[in-house]
C-alpha cells in the first residue's frame, strides 16, 4: 500500500482517520497533516504491520504501520474471513496500554463476523490461552501482548486448534484476507457471534493441571520471584501453592502489572540488568533460587548462588540441559522426542541421544518446535526448548511456559537438594560426561541504515570478501546455513542464516532481525574437560574468546552490510 505521491498518501491518511475509532490516533495523524511531516506519514503508510512470531506486534501509534484499534480491528476483520460464521474464539490480554481495549475490538469484529467468543475478564499469562484453546475446543486462540518487548509496543498472538501458534500456511491466507479487506467502520454493527465472559475454571484447571505435572513439594527451597511488572504473579502464586510452595519472595516494586514498566524498561530477561533486583532480594534473604517470567509468562529466567555465594543468572543453554535431563529422568520408552532450535546448544541432542531418544532440530521459534515435537503422532515430545528462554515441559501447552517451566526447575532444585547436590553439581556432572559446552547469544547492532535484507541477507554477507581470522583463530568455513542443513540431512525452511566455523571448533551462526539493522549472533564451543575443577577455568577463557570473537564480527559485518 506504498503511497505514489502526497495526494496519494493524504487520501489513505484521510480514509484511516475516518475509520479509527480512537481519538487519541486520529488527533496524531491530523497533526502531521497540518505540519505535513512528510517523513512521518511515509513511516506509518509506506507499509502494514504483517504477521510476524504468530502474529503481529508493533510499537503504538496511528497508521497501518503501527500498532492501534483500527489496526487490530483489520487484523480481526481477515481472521474472521478466514474462520467463517459459526466458530468460536477464546481472547485473552494482557496489562500493555490498550491490550483489553484491543481485545473487545477483536470480539466486537468477531460478532459482526457471526464468530462467538470467550473473552477472559482479567489479565492472563500468555500460556494460558494456548490451553484454553484446546481445553474449550475453540477455533482459535488469540493473545494480545507485546511479550517482552518496550513499553511502546502491543501486539496479538494467535494459536490454532491444536494450541500451537500460528503457522503458515494459514498465517499468508489470513495475511491476504486482510489486505483485500476494506477498512472496518469506526461503529461495527453487532453480528450473530456471542460474546461470553471466559470462565474462571479454566485458570482453574490450567492451574492445577500444571501442579499436577510434578509430584508434591515439600516447599524446602528458599525462591525469589518477578514477574517483571507483568501478568505471571497471580497464576505462578496459585501453581506453586497448589505443589505445595508458599514462601516464595517478592520483588516489591516488580510484582504489579504496570504498561510502563518503570523499573525495567526493556522488560526482557536476557537484557543486561533486567534481573539485577530479583538477585539483590535473592541475596538480601539468603534464598536458593530466583526466577523470573517475562511480562506474559511464556519465558523462564534463572539465578543461582554458586559456592561462594556469588549470583549468577543461568543462560538459556543451561536451563535447557537440566530440564530436559530431568524430563529424560521422569520418562521412558523408545519413541520418546526431544526438540530444540538449531541456534541452540548442541548439549540437548548428547543428553537426549544417550538417554535412548530422538532429537530433532528446527528454526529458531515456537512456531517451527511445535509443529516438529508433534509431527509423527508415534512420538511421544517429552521436552522442546529455544536458547532465549522458552521452554515447553508439558503436553497442557503447545508452546512455551515459562510457569510449567519453573515449577519444574524447583522440583529440579528440590531433588538435587535431597542428595546433598547444587544445580551447579548437576550441570557440572553433564559437562564431565559430554563436554563443557560454553554458549552465548548477542544481538549486534550494525552500523548501516534501515533494516537488513530479510530476504537474502545470506547471500549479502556471502558476497563479501570472508573474515580470514577473527580474534586471532582462523575462519575455516563461512557458508550458507541452509547448505549446511541439506548436508546435514535437516529437512529445514530457509533460513537466512549464516554458519561460521573457527579454528578450535568454535561454531558461530549469524541472522538478521528483519526489522532493524541488528543481527544475532549464536556462539558454541566445547570444551573436553577431566576434572570438576577445569570447568570454571575453561568457561572464563573461553567467554574471553568470545568477547574477542564478537568485536571482530561487529567490525566485519559493519564493514561489509553497508
Not at 530440564?323 to 521422569?330: D, K, P, S, V, Y
Request: aromatic fraction near 6%; charge should be negative.
Amino acid at each position: 500500500m506504498e503511497p505514489t505521491n502526497s495526494s496519494n498518501r493524504n487520501e489513505q491518511v484521510e480514509e484511516w482517520i475516518e475509520h479509527d475509532p480512537d481519538v487519541e490516533t486520529r488527533a496524531e495523524l491530523r497533526g502531521l497533516l497540518e505540519k505535513n511531516d512528510v517523513d512521518a506519514l511515509n513511516d506509518r503508510f509506506s507499509q502494514r504491520l504483517t504477521f510476524g512470531t504468530a502474529g503481529i506486534r508493533g510499537t503504538q501509534g496511528a497508521g497501518p504501520n503501527q500498532m492501534n484499534r483500527l489496526t487490530v480491528r483489520r487484523l480481526a476483520v481477515g481472521i474472521a474471513k478466514y474462520l467463517g460464521q459459526g466458530k468460536s474464539v477464546v481472547i485473552g490480554y494482557d496489562a500493555r496500554k490498550n491490550s483489553k481495549i484491543y481485545a473487545a475490538d477483536i470480539a466486537g469484529i468477531f460478532s459482526h463476523y457471526g464468530i462467538d467468543s470467550q473473552v477472559f475478564t482479567k489479565t492472563i499469562p500468555t500460556p494460558v490461552i494456548s490451553f484454553a484453546v484446546r481445553q474449550q475446543s475453540a477455533d482459535l486462540g488469540i493473545m494480545v501482548t507485546a511479550s517482552h518487548n518496550p513499553a511502546t509496543d502491543n501486539g496479538c498472538k494467535v494459536f490454532l486448534p491444536d494450541g500451537a501458534q500460528l503457522r503458515t500456511p494459514i498465517d499468508l491466507r489470513i495475511d491476504s484476507l486482510i489486505e483485500d479487506s476494506q477498512l472496518p467502520p469506526r461503529e461495527t454493527a453487532k453480528g450473530t457471534g456471542v460474546i461470553t465472559e471466559a470462565r474462571k475454571e479454566v485458570w482453574e484447571e490450567y492451574c492445577s493441571a500444571v501442579a499436577n505435572t510434578v509430584t508434591p513439594l515439600t516447599g524446602s527451597m528458599a525462591i525469589a520471584y518477578t514477574p517483571l511488572h507483568g501478568v505471571s504473579w497471580e497464576t505462578i502464586e496459585r501453581v506453586f501453592e497448589l505443589a505445595g510452595i508458599t514462601n516464595l519472595v517478592q520483588v516489591p516494586t516488580q510484582m504489579q502489572p504496570d504498561p510502563n514498566f518503570p523499573s525495567t524498561p526493556f522488560p526482557n530477561p536476557e537484557e543486561r540488568g533486567s534481573l539485577d533486583r530479583l538477585l539483590q532480594i535473592a541475596r538480601s534473604e539468603k534464598a536458593d533460587i530466583a526466577i523470573a517470567n517475562d511480562p506474559d509468562g511464556d519465558r523462564l529466567a534463572i539465578g543461582i548462588p554458586d559456592r561462594r555465594g556469588q549470583w549468577r543468572n543461568l543462560t538459556g543453554d543451561e536451563i535447557g540441559a537440566l530440564l530436559c535431563n530431568r524430563m529424560l529422568q521422569l520418562t521412558t520408552g523408545q519413541n520418546r522426542k526431544v526438540v530444540s532450535s538449531v541456534v541452540s546448544s548442541s548439549l540437548v541432542g548428547k543428553i537426549a541421544e544417550a538417554a535412548g531418544a530422538e532429537h530433532a532440530q528446527t528454526l529458531t521459534g515456537f512456531k517451527w518446535i511445535i509443529p516438529e515435537a508433534y509431527r509423527d503422532l508415534k512420538m511421544n515430545p517429552i521436552f522442546a526448548y529455544e536458547e532465549a528462554l522458552g521452554y515447553a515441559v508439558s503436553d497442557l501447552v503447545r508452546d512455551k511456559d515459562g510457569i510449567s517451566a519453573a515449577l519444574r526447575f524447583v522440583e529440579i532444585a528440590e531433588d538435587l537438594k535431597k542428595k546433598n547436590m547444587t544445580i551447579f553439581d548437576q550441570l557440572n556432572k553433564l559437562y564431565l560426561e559430554f563436554g563443557l559446552h560454553v554458549s552465548r547469544s548477542k544481538p549486534l547492532r550494525i552500523a548501516t541504515k534501515g533494516p537488513l535484507p530479510k530476504v537474502d541477507f545470506a547471500s549479502e554477507l556471502l558476497k563479501g570478501t570472508p573474515p580470514g581470522a577473527l580474534a586471532e583463530l582462523q575462519v575455516s568455513e563461512l557458508s550458507d546455513y541452509d547448505q549446511v542443513a541439506i548436508n546435514a540431512g535437516l529437512a529445514l525452511p530457509k533460513s537466512n542464516m549464516i554458519r561460521l566455523i573457527l579454528e578450535t571448533d568454535i561454531r558461530v551462526l549469524i541472522r538478521p532481525s528483519g526489522t532493524e539493522p541488528v543481527v544475532k549472533i549464536y556462539l558454541e564451543k566445547v570444551v573436553d574437560i577431566n576434572q570438576e575443577d577445569e570447568i570454571e577455568h575453561e568457561r572464563t577463557r573461553t567467554n574471553k574468546i568470545f568477547d574477542r570473537v564478537l568485536d571482530g564480527l561487529q567490525q566485519y559485518l559493519d564493514a561489509v552490510l553497508v
